[in-house]
């Protein structure tokens, strides 16, 4: 047999519906419960597990966004989990509108360190597991059905006996037949009909029998079959809250999940941009864009992607695709010249309160704090053409992508008022014009300690004022963003930042680029500087300042259409 060789592999096994499906008829109308796994299911498949800190900050990320169940670890199974699960605790960090989650196996010396994490919390769902599939039973166990069925029901029963040594919190508590999409359909029933044996949920007090696809093994309508066949041969379907864990090993994670909640499902369980083991969990935000897209309130304010990229690759150090569902970088930019001129025409058309109707851009961008931003391609012929190669083979100054989106059309406006081409030097000048903005505020001097995290104190002056502003993070510019913030109030988010050295040795100068989501909206900013950090800072600065002269137009603006 070839080593590439189809054969060795067998289909997913047709599920025994025994009445016509009912969910391919079905549309959605509401959101799902949310549950985020990020803490634990994302933070196991990391290459380096997140710190205390990082966790720190994903966990304020995922009460921002507006999940109200989230699970936080295996505290049994990770002093770091334990230690984060107490500190969350005991620093009263948990709003009363948010439930934690811990996940353990069905043993009891973990269940009992797991109550020990969680003494003192107000609300709690306890998440017990085992796997149930034929090959985990018969290959790992080496067990029969009726083994693996004890092994939950003895689950359950400890995971109840230790809830009742804890009586001042609200329990809650939770199941998954783990490998559940290569489980048989009935034997998935018949072991969580065990499992709710043991806990006897009501109606008003109900568990969460949670159907994971821990390997994504078969088409996502055969995992909606699977789910509208256990929901529907489940007895006392009305005391459990059916809820999904999709993986995305055969790129359907997504699709998985919305079919599973066409087919009856009430709760999602996934990751903010996917972040999971192998291919990765269920992306939060791609299925709750989706159900936006169709007009359905998410439930989640999804409305900053910048901030949510920011945060989530800081922590977890993965980057995020430029063609990821919905917030990649190039997800609104059109290559092609017609799709440019049919979303042209599309937007002069589009109607303030009519229904969103442009060509080639499922919502508007702006939605998400992005513009649509056409790459200019431009030619010798144009007198605009190879902007870029010019300021790289003169100066040296290699541009960011996303820098060079946003010189294009200040070339381009330049080059119709004169006869001619361009120069290297005049697309230079225009380059230093518009981005390296001075005024108001103005480095005056800086004092970095670097003895832990970065300790930054930094002088400004703004008009007549000087400022001394202080601030902490894991860089200069993570540093500056927490003093602005301090000082401002404002939202400030870094969306990408670049610097490289121009020349050589002793004369090398820094140059350095910053773009900005400023309460919402990207600006961009540059600097050049003998010395690294300060052309940083200064690159912060100039988008500052021009963010906030932006900021002035648009309220000269206003104010002049109301006087009119």
Known sequence: ??????????????????????????????????????????????????????KKRLWALLVKVGLKEIEVGFPAASQ????????????????????????????????????????????AIVHVYNSTSTAQRERVFEMDRAGVVEIARQGASWVQEYAKRYPDTEWRFQYSPESFTSTEPDYAVEICEAVMAIWQPTPENPCILNLPATVEVGPVNHFADLIEYFITHLANRDAAIIS????????????AAELGLLAGADRVEGTLLGNGERTGNMDIVTLGMNLYSQGIDPELDLSNPDEIIQVCTECT????????????????????????????????????????????????????????????????????????????????????????????????????????????QQIRDILLTTFANEVPLTLKGYRLNRDEAEQLTVTLQDGDRVLTLEGNGNGVISAFMDAWQRHSGSSVNVVDYGEHALGEGSDAVAIAFVQLNVDGRRVSGMAEDGDTVSASLKAVLSALNRAGRTAASEREANAAAITA
């Open 80 to 123: 770091p989990d334990f230690d984060f699960v107490r500190w969350l605790i005991e620093e009263d960090q948990i709003p009363d509108d948010v439930t934690v989650q811990v996940l353990v196996q069905a043993r009891e010396h973990l269940i009992a360190r797991t109550y020990e994490a969680l003494e003192g919390v107000k609300r």
């Open 1 to 54: 047999m070839a080593s590439f060789d189809h054969r060795k592999y067998t289909p997913a096994t047709p599920v025994p519906l025994t009445q016509p499906r009912q969910w391919p008829s079905r549309t959605l109308s509401r959101a799902p419960i949310w549950a985020s796994v990020d803490l634990r299911d994302g933070n196991q498949a990391l290459l380096e597990p997140m710190n205390v800190e990082q």
């Open 244 to 255: 999904l864990h999709t993986h995305n090993d055969r790129g359907g994670a997504a699709a």
């Open 317 to 424: 150090n993965l980057p995020v695709h430029p063609r990821h569902p919905w917030i990649g970088e190039l997800v609104y930019t059109a290559f092609s010249g017609s799709h440019q001129d049919a979303i042209r025409k599309c937007l002069h058309q589009q109607g303030a309160d009519e229904p969103w109707q442009v060509a080639y851009l499922p919502i508007d961008p702006h939605d998400l704090g992005r513009d649509y931003q056409a790459v200019i391609r431009v030619n010798s012929q144009s007198g605009k053409g190879g902007m870029a190669f010019l300021l790289e083979r003169d100066f040296g100054i290699s541009l960011p992508r996303w820098m060079t989106l946003e010189l294009a059309p200040h070339v381009q406006q330049a080059s119709e008022k004169v006869p001619g081409e361009l120069s290297s």
